[in-house]
């Protein structure tokens, strides 16, 4: 089955950038969506098809996808953006693979 | 406004059943697939299954294969997961989503706890 793999933690001082990778054979290839989950609180879609933002997410979340590597990066990271961040794939080689990545906890210093 | 609201969680022991419910509104149900994605306490999301629109077409993770199923009724815009012999290892948060296409979410419910044990 597809694997997507993200770091466990990524730490960023409030005003810079945090990048969050996500890494699955040929990831290039799929659409990639990004979550953000607050703790007890339900996942937010903040990007999908890779690089778009729905209505209501700041401009500051961007997405790139190229090779083995999709990329979620976060401009003036605000405190608020202190989360856990998923990426998820449908890898459509098969019909039940809906897949999630191993998710990264954003800490704003 | 989109609202999909989980019912039917709680306490159950091992090798019993339980029926999820998810209740929508704010849009048209009758056009979307949808899919539950559970969460094990301190864990990651996992997918669980999927509906297509109009329930002729279901989709299991190997995991709940053969025990939980998945259905709808549009007439009353709720998603069910009928979840039987249940496991410790089924002990998650259950969540329904919206999935607008292909394969992806763009709403999701509060959740709803779901612990198996003795």
């Known amino acids: 089955s597809y694997v997507l793999t993200q770091p466990p933690s990524v730490s960023v001082a409030p005003g810079k950038t945090a990048r969050i990778t996500c890494g699955g054979n040929?990831?290039?290839?799929?659409?990639v969506h990004w979550y953000q989950q607050k703790p007890g609180q339900a996942p937010v879609l903040v990007i999908y098809?890779?690089?778009d933002r729905p209505s209501g997410i700041p401009e500051r979340f961007s997405g790139s996808n190229s090779g083995n590597t999709a990329t979620l990066t976060i401009s003036r990271v605000e405190a608020g953006d202190e989360a856990d961040y998923y990426c998820?794939?449908?890898?459509?080689?098969?019909?039940?693979?809906?897949?999630f990545g191993t998710g990264t906890k954003v800490t704003v210093l | 406004e989109v609202q999909l609201v989980e019912s039917g969680g709680g306490l159950v022991q091992p090798g019993g059943s339980l029926r999820l419910s998810c209740a929508a509104s704010?849009?048209?149900?009758?056009?979307?697939?949808m899919h539950w994605v559970r969460q094990a306490p301190g864990k990651g999301l996992v997918w669980v299954s999927r509906?297509?629109?109009?329930?002729?077409?279901?989709s299991y993770a190997d995991s709940v294969k053969g025990r939980f199923t998945i259905s709808r009724d549009n007439a009353k815009n709720t998603l069910y997961l009928q979840m039987n012999s249940l496991r410790a290892e089924d002990t998650a948060v259950y969540y329904c989503?919206?999935?607008?296409?292909?394969?992806?979410?763009?709403?999701w419910g509060q959740g709803t706890l779901v612990t198996v044990s003795s």
């Open positions: 040929n990831i290039g290839s799929k659409s």
């Open positions: 098809y890779d690089s």
């Open positions: 998820q794939v449908w890898d459509s080689s098969s019909d039940h693979n809906y897949v």
């Open positions: 989503a919206r999935d607008p296409s292909s394969g992806w979410y763009d709403y």
């Open positions: 509906i297509n629109s109009d329930g002729s077409s279901t």
């Open positions: 704010g849009f048209t149900f009758s056009s979307y697939w």
